[in-house]
């Protein structure tokens, strides 16, 4: 119990892997603003182009899905966005504040554009709200309390993701066939012109071997972070499976934000340089 | 004072196991409701109740299956006495495939297609869409093609329009990559 105790209130832990994550997460939503910009009026704009359909009543309802109802208020809910997530990179003593606005209106947008989006925002929505809390300076036992507790809810969340979808796939055909590669390239948002080429949908084992890697990643990630031999080979692969989503799928959003989150997992030597580098450092 | 008992071991304690349990419910209700499928209803009913809107979240991307087939939204429109060619209207005002307002149209797509594989049906053998026509699918296909229309196409509302899913199906694999391509038009609709 004594050792548990320590372990959360005593320092906060991994604190510049931590930092690193946390100054990534909140860069995240400031640059899919950036990757949203030339659209921002077709997707919140008094002109949109949304069927509204109406939406469930109550106060939190009424609260969350507001640009829903009215798009007279996207301009102010769109950049007071963008400024909550550029102050929230920061960490000072009233970080919460302008992270939990980030993460009020990153919802506010989500639920008014929700076919615009794909697991990549809901994922750092969901990362925000426990990274509200972090204070990697924290000398007060009670915040680094909160500070750790909200590193492990971060991971937990995180597992969760690759767990649930892994169980998804899992249930379906293809994925354990060995073909779902192959048709997600015939889709073609998502297929580039390198794998429908015959050469490449004839190679089989290639599509097949893709397909079971990525299956494999998803299955074993819950259990692989939490030991520590073979685990900074494994999120280096993560990466690169992460960078093939990115580049081949053109799920651009949806890899950097994966690829910020392994941020959490970086050895705190790593990370320290980095902020050096960035000139971050506390 | 305050600041003496938030540093007492014996509050530390209590929001240590206060937080933790906070977590291990918020985890476990957020699994349910991730696989709120599988779930009775009494169950999913308290499931949503939290997740919905704050903790919000779906993780199927790609999964289960894909579709064996991609699909496309067209359309055409009546005006001047004359009716349009058939076009993809995200690409026709100027969005590549891999842009945002395709991925809005793929979702617009999907749930459509859903429409077709569920409520396209046939009595007398003739095709009915009356299922489909009435479908919140539909209204958003028709809403998002009449709005890019008036913003990129022509100010003036068409006098009707009409839009078709084109299906063009993936063979199975490891065998020849021929096509199979296939078009269903919906029923004109006249705007007001």
Known sequence: MDKIYDHFTLDVQHADSLRLFTILLYLWFPLNVIMLYDVKDLLWGVDNVFYRHGHADGFIENFFYQLVYDATRFKMIFYTHLVASLLSIFQTRWSLIPRLITWCTAWLLFYAAIEAFNSGMMIMISLAFFASVIDTRAQHPFRILLTNLA?????????????????YKLSGDQWLAGDAFYYTVHITHFASDFWTSET??????????????????QLIFPVMIWIKRGRTAFLIAGIFFHLFIGTFLHLWDFALAMIFCYALFMHDK?????????RLQP | MLMSIFRSRSF??????????????????????????????????????YAVPMFHQN?????????????ELEYRYFGNQTWSDWSD????????PYTRMETIEQ????QLSWQVVNNYYALNGRAQFDRMVQSPAYANCLFYVLKMHELYVSKT????VQIRLNFRFTPPPQQAHTYQISNLEFPVYVPI
């Open chain 1, 151 to 167: 590193r492990y809810a971060c991971i937990i969340q995180l597992s969760l993701v690759y767990f649930v979808a892994a169980i």
């Open chain 1, 200 to 217: 490449m949908l004839n190679n089989h084992w290639l599509l097949t071997g893709l397909t079971w890697a990525g299956l494999l990643y």
């Open chain 1, 270 to 278: 790593t990370a320290a340089r980095i902020l050096r580098l960035l």
């Open chain 2, 12 to 49: 530390l304690i209590g929001a240590l196991a206060t937080g933790m349990a906070a977590l291990i419910v918020h985890f476990v209700i957020i699994l349910g409701y991730s696989f709120r499928d599988q779930l009775p209803a009494s169950a999913t009913k308290l499931t949503d109740r």
């Open chain 2, 59 to 71: 993780w199927k991307l790609f999964a289960p299956d894909l579709p064996r087939y991609n699909a």
């Open chain 2, 89 to 96: 209207i995200t690409k026709q005002c100027g969005f590549g």
């Open chain 2, 107 to 110: 979702g617009f797509n999907t």
């Open chain 2, 157 to 160: 509302k068409p006098d009707s």
